[in-house]
T-cell receptor, first 114, second 113 residues
Framework: KAGVTQTPRYLIKTRGQQVTLSCSPISGHRSVSWYQQTPGQGLQFLFEYFSETQRNKGNFPGRFSGRQFSNSRSEMNVSTLELGDSALYLC?????????????FGEGSRLTVL | DQQVKQNSPSLSVQEGRISILNCDYTNSMFDYFLWYKKYPAEGPTFLISISSIKDKNEDGRFTVFLNKSAKHLSLHIVPSQPGDSAVYFCAASSPNTGNQFYFGTGTSLTVIP
């Protein structure tokens, strides 16, 4: 069974630009969550989508947005990039939408903002 | 506000010995806890979980202990193997928050052959 696929794996942007990251979950998984990992901060929850609806949102500014398509694939967008947005962005899919679910992570998209 | 804390950034253990990784949390509403392992350039992989209705869960060489009164959980790896060298994250969630987990900052475990 294919795992969670994230694209692109690496990208470099400059301040003020915007970026879109893509995530394809494991087949059959309808929940997709996004996390930001920065040194010293661990993984910070961005948002979760289930059946095309945003179910939860973390404490991030409105520049961070996302969506989920009918095939469960998800995208996240960051507009007006800032230097502090440089991070590893991890997508995780889950079969269940609830606190008994196990998250399956992709390898991440490493964003560098110059 | 770090609701889940892993106060030891690193840990070194001899092969064959026990590794104990610790995690503390502040939110008494957390009812489900996970441990993940992460190798460089890979995404985190699930290790073991525990619900707040239990105080122990075991899976092979991995055991997680939960002390709700102390708001503390620990992961025991026995015996430790060199392939266990990785960064370990604990994570917690509260009811009705879907898959919104709060992660610790990780502990880097090195198992010395």
């Amino acid at each position: 069974k294919a795992g969670v696929t994230q694209t692109p794996r690496y990208l470099i942007k400059t301040r003020g630009q915007q970026v879109t990251l893509s995530c394809s979950p494991i087949s059959g998984h309808r929940s997709v969550s996004w996390y930001q990992q920065t040194p010293g901060q661990g993984l910070q929850f961005l948002f979760e989508y289930f059946s095309e609806t945003q179910r939860n949102k973390g404490n991030f500014p409105g520049r961070f947005s996302g969506r989920q398509f009918s095939n469960s694939r998800s995208e996240m967008n960051v507009s007006t990039l800032e230097l502090g947005d440089s991070a590893l962005y991890l997508c995780a899919s889950s079969l269940l939408q609830g606190s008994a679910g196990e998250l399956f992570f992709g390898e991440g998209s490493r964003l560098t903002v110059l | 506000d770090q609701q889940v804390k892993q106060n030891s950034p690193s840990l070194s253990v001899q092969e064959g010995r026990i590794s104990i990784l610790n995690c503390d949390y502040t939110n008494s509403m957390f009812d489900y806890f996970l441990w993940y392992k992460k190798y460089p350039a890979e995404g985190p992989t699930f290790l073991i979980s525990i619900s707040s209705i239990k105080d122990k869960n075991e899976d092979g060489r991995f055991t997680v202990f939960l002390n709700k009164s102390a708001k503390h959980l620990s992961l025991h790896i026995v015996p430790s193997q060199p392939g266990d060298s990785a960064v370990y994250f604990c994570a917690a969630s509260s009811p009705n928050t879907g898959n919104q987990f709060y992660f610790g900052t990780g502990t880097s475990l090195t198992v010395i052959p």
